[in-house]
Protein backbone atom coordinates (compact mmCIF):
# COMPACT_ATOMS: atom_id res chain seq x y z
CA UNK A 1 0.00 0.00 0.00
CA UNK A 2 1.38 3.51 -0.45
CA UNK A 3 1.43 5.91 2.21
CA UNK A 4 2.39 9.93 2.19
CA UNK A 5 5.47 11.12 4.20
CA UNK A 6 5.46 14.68 5.39
CA UNK A 7 9.24 15.32 6.37
CA UNK A 8 9.73 18.70 8.54
CA UNK A 9 13.48 19.23 8.51
CA UNK A 10 14.97 21.99 10.89
CA UNK A 11 16.91 25.71 11.30
CA UNK A 12 19.28 26.09 8.29
CA UNK A 13 18.97 22.97 6.86
CA UNK A 14 18.63 23.15 3.01
CA UNK A 15 17.66 19.65 2.39
CA UNK A 16 21.43 18.80 1.83
CA UNK A 17 21.94 15.37 0.01
CA UNK A 18 23.95 14.13 3.19
CA UNK A 19 21.36 14.61 5.43
CA UNK A 20 18.78 11.59 6.55
CA UNK A 21 15.98 13.71 6.05
CA UNK A 22 17.08 13.51 2.26
CA UNK A 23 18.09 10.09 2.21
CA UNK A 24 15.05 8.87 3.34
CA UNK A 25 12.67 10.99 0.74
CA UNK A 26 14.35 8.97 -1.58
CA UNK A 27 13.89 5.77 -0.44
CA UNK A 28 10.77 6.28 0.42
CA UNK A 29 9.90 7.70 -3.25
CA UNK A 30 12.16 4.41 -5.11
CA UNK A 31 9.49 2.36 -3.16
CA UNK A 32 6.16 3.87 -4.63
CA UNK A 33 5.44 6.24 -1.69
CA UNK A 34 4.26 9.75 -2.15
CA UNK A 35 6.95 11.93 -0.15
CA UNK A 36 6.63 15.60 0.64
CA UNK A 37 9.97 17.86 1.52
CA UNK A 38 9.47 21.13 1.54
CA UNK A 39 11.97 23.57 1.66
CA UNK A 40 10.48 25.59 4.40
CA UNK A 41 10.67 29.18 4.13
CA UNK A 42 13.85 31.07 5.06
CA UNK A 43 15.57 28.03 6.92
CA UNK A 44 18.18 30.52 8.31
CA UNK A 45 16.12 33.41 9.64
CA UNK A 46 12.99 31.28 9.65
CA UNK A 47 9.38 33.10 10.91
CA UNK A 48 6.66 30.48 13.16
CA UNK A 49 3.99 32.15 11.33
CA UNK A 50 6.01 31.14 7.85
CA UNK A 51 6.72 27.89 8.71
CA UNK A 52 2.66 27.39 10.47
CA UNK A 53 1.83 28.39 6.77
CA UNK A 54 4.26 25.85 4.89
CA UNK A 55 2.58 23.16 7.41
CA UNK A 56 -1.05 23.99 6.05
CA UNK A 57 0.25 24.10 2.08
CA UNK A 58 2.03 20.76 2.34
CA UNK A 59 -0.13 19.15 5.16
CA UNK A 60 -3.10 18.35 3.43
CA UNK A 61 -4.18 15.01 4.07
CA UNK A 62 -4.54 12.72 0.80
CA UNK A 63 -7.63 11.18 -0.44
CA UNK A 64 -7.17 7.75 -0.23
CA UNK A 65 -6.63 4.33 2.16
CA UNK A 66 -2.70 4.91 2.78
CA UNK A 67 -1.52 6.23 5.58
CA UNK A 68 -0.32 10.17 6.25
CA UNK A 69 2.87 10.38 8.16
CA UNK A 70 4.99 13.17 9.36
CA UNK A 71 8.52 12.82 10.26
CA UNK A 72 10.54 16.12 11.79
CA UNK A 73 13.41 16.78 12.76
CA UNK A 74 14.91 19.50 15.31
CA UNK A 75 13.00 22.66 14.71
CA UNK A 76 10.60 20.82 12.08
CA UNK A 77 9.31 18.86 15.64
CA UNK A 78 8.94 22.64 17.42
CA UNK A 79 7.01 23.50 14.35
CA UNK A 80 5.03 20.15 14.61
CA UNK A 81 4.46 20.96 18.46
CA UNK A 82 3.26 24.77 18.00
CA UNK A 83 0.55 23.24 15.07
CA UNK A 84 -0.71 21.11 17.54
CA UNK A 85 -0.93 23.52 20.17
CA UNK A 86 -2.59 26.24 17.95
CA UNK A 87 -5.42 23.22 16.38
CA UNK A 88 -3.22 23.64 13.26
CA UNK A 89 -1.80 20.34 13.01
CA UNK A 90 -3.08 18.26 9.67
CA UNK A 91 -4.51 14.75 10.76
CA UNK A 92 -1.69 12.31 10.09
CA UNK A 93 -2.19 8.82 11.01
CA UNK A 94 1.41 8.27 13.15
CA UNK A 95 4.10 10.75 14.09
CA UNK A 96 8.39 10.48 14.07
CA UNK A 97 9.90 13.72 16.22
CA UNK A 98 13.71 13.32 16.04
CA UNK A 99 15.79 15.50 18.15
CA UNK A 100 13.94 18.92 19.31
CA UNK A 101 16.37 21.49 20.63
CA UNK A 102 15.34 22.47 24.20
CA UNK A 103 13.28 25.10 24.71
CA UNK A 104 15.47 27.12 26.83
CA UNK A 105 18.28 26.73 23.86
CA UNK A 106 15.82 27.77 20.94
CA UNK A 107 15.25 30.84 22.77
CA UNK A 108 18.48 31.29 23.29
CA UNK A 109 19.35 31.38 19.40
CA UNK A 110 17.92 35.07 18.15
CA UNK A 111 16.88 33.71 15.03
CA UNK A 112 14.10 30.83 16.05
CA UNK A 113 13.44 31.88 19.60
CA UNK A 114 9.91 32.82 18.46
CA UNK A 115 9.22 28.77 18.10
CA UNK A 116 10.16 28.60 22.03
CA UNK A 117 8.44 32.00 22.80
CA UNK A 118 4.83 31.18 24.46
CA UNK A 119 5.54 27.08 23.58
CA UNK A 120 2.75 25.73 26.14
CA UNK A 121 3.25 22.10 26.11
CA UNK A 122 0.41 21.59 28.45
CA UNK A 123 -1.78 22.88 25.66
CA UNK A 124 -0.27 19.86 23.36
CA UNK A 125 -1.80 16.80 23.58
CA UNK A 126 -0.69 14.41 20.15
CA UNK A 127 -3.53 13.08 18.15
CA UNK A 128 -1.49 10.17 16.56
CA UNK A 129 0.48 7.72 17.79
CA UNK A 130 3.72 10.10 18.31
CA UNK A 131 7.31 8.31 19.27
CA UNK A 132 10.16 10.73 19.86
CA UNK A 133 13.34 9.37 18.96
CA UNK A 134 16.78 11.83 20.49
CA UNK A 135 20.19 10.66 21.21
CA UNK A 136 23.30 11.15 23.97
CA UNK A 137 25.17 14.42 23.19
CA UNK A 138 22.79 16.42 21.79
CA UNK A 139 24.45 19.89 21.61
CA UNK A 140 21.05 21.47 21.16
CA UNK A 141 19.04 19.45 24.23
CA UNK A 142 21.62 18.40 26.22
CA UNK A 143 19.08 17.08 28.98
CA UNK A 144 17.84 14.62 26.35
CA UNK A 145 14.77 15.40 24.90
CA UNK A 146 12.62 12.72 26.92
CA UNK A 147 12.86 15.59 29.88
CA UNK A 148 11.46 18.68 28.39
CA UNK A 149 9.52 16.23 25.56
CA UNK A 150 8.94 12.95 25.68
CA UNK A 151 8.05 12.33 29.88
CA UNK A 152 5.93 15.39 29.79
CA UNK A 153 4.07 14.58 26.74
CA UNK A 154 3.33 10.90 27.26
CA UNK A 155 5.23 9.71 24.27
CA UNK A 156 6.77 6.19 22.91
CA UNK A 157 10.49 6.83 23.12
CA UNK A 158 13.59 5.20 21.51
CA UNK A 159 16.60 6.69 22.49
CA UNK A 160 19.90 6.53 20.88
CA UNK A 161 23.21 5.97 22.64
CA UNK A 162 25.61 8.70 21.49
CA UNK A 163 23.30 9.94 18.61
CA UNK A 164 24.33 13.38 19.54
CA UNK A 165 21.85 15.96 17.20
CA UNK A 166 20.55 12.81 14.99
CA UNK A 167 21.83 14.56 11.86
CA UNK A 168 25.25 14.42 9.28
CA UNK A 169 27.80 15.61 11.89
CA UNK A 170 27.15 13.18 14.04
CA UNK A 171 27.17 10.43 11.40
CA UNK A 172 23.35 9.81 10.21
CA UNK A 173 23.19 10.12 6.57
CA UNK A 174 21.24 6.98 5.17
CA UNK A 175 19.41 5.64 8.31
CA UNK A 176 17.80 2.42 7.66
CA UNK A 177 16.03 2.00 10.89
CA UNK A 178 13.70 5.31 10.06
CA UNK A 179 13.06 3.63 6.66
CA UNK A 180 12.02 0.16 8.27
CA UNK A 181 9.92 2.26 10.86
CA UNK A 182 8.02 4.32 7.92
CA UNK A 183 7.35 0.79 6.64
CA UNK A 184 6.33 -0.79 10.49
CA UNK A 185 5.65 1.10 12.93
CA UNK A 186 6.30 -1.15 15.32
CA UNK A 187 9.76 -1.09 14.50
CA UNK A 188 11.95 0.56 17.25
CA UNK A 189 14.72 3.11 15.61
CA UNK A 190 18.22 2.74 17.31
CA UNK A 191 21.39 4.34 15.80
CA UNK A 192 22.95 3.40 12.45
CA UNK A 193 26.19 2.41 13.42
Not at 74 to 90: K, N
Not at 140 to 148: L, M, N, Q, R
Not at 174 to 184: I, Q, R, S
Request: charge should be negative; include cysteine; charged fraction near 20%.
Amino acid sequence: MTHTFLVLHGFQNHRPPGHWQHWLAGALAERGHEVRYPQLPEPDAPRLADWLTALDEHGTRPAGDGEFVVLAHSLGVLLWLRALAAGRAPEADRVLLVAPPSPQVTASIPEIAGFADGLDLAAVRPKAPTRLVYGDGDPYCAEGADVPYGIPLGLDLDHVPGGGHLNPDHGYGAWPDVLAWCENPEVRVGGNR
